[in-house]
């Protein structure tokens, strides 16, 4: 992880835990010590305050114990995250995708169409291909597009072609379309046999089934 990568982790669990005791701080039970270590690298940039004695004292009194340490965003703070999350990403080199994958990416309802097909995978009779499902687990949103990145082989993609047929047989054919207008990789019964990744290599462009997205 690079370094601006791990101060975008520290000011997002400050942001989340800040958020959820109502009061805007982090308080020292709520951080990990590693974390605590990298709040004084953000204090010096201002990205980051301390609690004064005042502020313990009130958050203690809050807490109904001592509170020895408390940290929370600046206004700098908060639009850095903000930044953060929404700043242009660059292209994955091959070796970061690997020789044999292909950066691909989903908009939610994709996503979760296709977490619904993993999700089922003792229950199919055509599975989902190897490591797909790992790649579901693994895989980041970039909040700036809204789009799900995954890198994934051939098979992986026919896989994912098949879950989205299956999705669009049982209600929304938006996802199956735009996967196939994105990638060229469709499913169609007609022409594969009981492999989706067969279909994922062959069937590109055709109708299939169901309406259109």
């Not at 791990?6 to 590693?34: K, Y």
């Not at 229950?123 to 809204?146: F, N, T, Y």
């Not at 047929?165 to 209600?171: D, F, K, N, Q, S």
């Amino acid at each position: 992880m690079r370094s601006w990568e791990r101060a975008l982790s520290v000011l997002e669990a400050l942001c989340e835990r800040g958020q959820a005791a109502g009061h805007g701080w982090t308080l020292d039970t709520e951080l990990l010590p590693s974390h605590q270590q990298q709040v004084n690298a953000l204090e010096n940039q201002g990205l980051v305050e301390r609690a004064c004695r005042e502020d313990r004292a009130e958050l203690s009194v809050l807490e109904g114990r001592p509170v020895r340490w408390a940290a929370r965003l600046t206004s700098y703070g908060l639009d850095t995250l903000v930044y953060g999350r929404s700043r242009p990403r660059a292209e994955p080199s091959l070796g970061e995708a690997g020789p044999d994958r292909q950066l691909v990416e989903l908009i939610p309802s994709q996503m979760a169409a296709l977490r619904v097909f993993v999700g089922l995978t003792n229950q199919l009779r055509v599975a989902p291909a190897d490591g797909l499902a790992e790649q579901v687990r693994a895989a980041s949103c970039d909040h700036g597009i809204k789009r799900w990145r995954l890198y994934l082989t051939q098979e992986q993609m026919g896989s994912v072609a098949y879950g989205l047929w299956l999705h669009r047989m049982t209600g929304s054919a938006a996802e199956a379309n735009r996967f196939a207008r994105e990638y060229g990789v469709e499913h169609s019964p007609a022409r594969a046999s009981d492999s989706p990744s067969a279909a994922g290599g062959a069937a590109r462009g055709g109708a299939g089934v169901g309406g259109r997205g």
